[in-house]
């Protein structure tokens, strides 16, 4: 199942009305919208980190996302604002408002803390990195400062990393997507309802069409596992093992090895190569990461 994830109904409007969902009238604490085929999930979660967190973390447990019988996605769609390095003044004229971005890092204001969603799958958005903070977005300097790097531009929303952490709990990091629409550059207060929608709106094909694609994939993964073999599956669990891997991270393991089967990669021969060279087996969790990091790199 894809779980779609919005904070504000106005974002969640344009999915209802096209993909025909229907409201579930047994949820009371969130507004849920399912589709007919049992394919799509929607949650409004309201604005902020706290109720993005239970809302994920409500939705995902009821519907048993993650769990081995199941091809799970979660998609976080909305608006945020934009940060350039402009000046006040010039501001207003760069901001990309209705430009929608995939994005390819999330950071945490209040923490600090920094996040990759595995962009696994082929899209055609263009990538941004997006910062989370506690409060509306007015001003530009505190976001840069604190995260230490520069950029020609961030987005910004109030969402995305406790959907990311919440989510992390059920699924793997190759199983979430954050797609955001630029509504305003600090001036938020004066963006409508009827705006958010209008923008969401004119992004719908694209959003719809990405969809569509992970409707397939996730499909014939259901249908047929390229490691249901158990030569394979016995070199999967042997992997496992060598990486020390948690459940997320042999869940996400699995979804690699399936993309390399798919797409001719010879991923045997690279295992054998690192098993070769003593990067495999690990010693500890802490190494397992690392060396599977260094997997993913030489896989794709």
Sequence with gaps: MIYIVTAMYAEAHPFITRFQLKKDLSHTHFQVFLDGEGSLCLIISGTGSLPAAAAVSSICTEYKAGSSESADFLLNVGVCGQIGKESVQDRKKACQTGTLFLCNKI??????????????????????????????????????????????????????????????????????????????????????????????????????????????????ESQSDILQSRPAQAAYEKLCLALHCSSTMAGALRQHLRYCALSGVDYGSVVEEMYREGKLPCKDKREGKQCFEELKKRLL
């Design 107 to 220: 950071s945490e204001l209040s923490t600090g803390k920094t996040f990759y969603p595995d962009l696994l799958y082929r899209h055609s958005f263009v990538e941004a990195q997006i910062v989370t903070g506690p409060r509306p977005y007015t001003q530009i300097p505190s976001a840069k400062n604190n995260l230490g790097e520069e950029a020609d531009f961030y987005l910004y929303d109030m969402e995305a990393a406790a959907v990311y952490q919440a989510g992390s709990y059920y699924l793997g990091p190759h199983q979430m997507s954050f797609l955001k629409i630029v509504s305003d550059n600090g001036n938020c207060q004066d963006v409508t309802p009827r705006q958010i929608q209008e923008l969401v709106g004119q992004n719908m094909e694209s959003i719809s069409q990405y969809i569509t694609g992970l409707k397939a994939i996730l499909r014939e």
